[in-house]
C-alpha cells in the first residue's frame, strides 16, 4: 500500500521560509507528476506547484518566483522550497502523486503552514 508522508510545515513569520517534502513509502513506480496543493479555511483546494518526470514544472501565479518545487526520483520524494511567505499563504499543504500514467493517484494527509505577520 502507497502512502505520501509529509514534513516540514509550521509557524514562521511573515517573509521566512520553509522546505516541505513529501515521500512515498511503499511499491509505487513511474511517478509521472509530483504536486503540491493548498486549502486556505473556507476556500477550494488549489495547485500550488507540480513537477514532471522530465522536469518542467508548473506553479500558480501567486507563488511564481517565491517557492520552488524539487524532485528527487530515487527517493520517490517531492520538495517545496517557500520563500518570502506572506500570511495569505496560511493554509494545509497536501503533496499528490499521478502514477502509472495517470492511473493511480495518491494524496498525503496534509501539513499546516502558518504564517504570521
Known amino acids: 500500500q502507497v502512502q505520501l508522508v509529509e514534513s516540514g510545515g509550521g509557524l514562521v513569520q511573515a517573509g521566512g521560509s520553509l522546505r516541505l517534502s513529501c515521500a512515498a513509502s511503499g511499491s509505487i513506480f513511474n511517478i509521472n507528476v509530483m504536486g503540491w496543493y493548498r486549502q486556505a479555511p473556507g476556500k477550494q483546494r488549489e495547485l500550488v506547484a507540480s513537477?514532471?518526470?522530465?522536469?518542467?514544472?508548473n506553479y500558480a501565479d501567486s507563488v511564481k518566483g517565491r517557492f520552488t518545487i524539487s524532485r528527487d526520483n530515487g527517493k520517490n520524494t517531492v520538495y517545496l522550497h517557500m520563500n518570502s511567505l506572506k500570511p495569505e499563504d496560511t493554509a494545509v499543504y497536501y503533496c499528490?502523486?499521478?502514477?502509472?500514467?495517470?492511473?493511480?493517484?495518491?494524496w498525503g494527509q496534509g501539513t499546516q503552514v502558518s504564517v504570521s505577520s
Open positions: 499528490r502523486f499521478v502514477a502509472g500514467s495517470g492511473l493511480y493517484v495518491y
Open positions: 513537477i514532471t518526470g522530465g522536469g518542467s514544472t
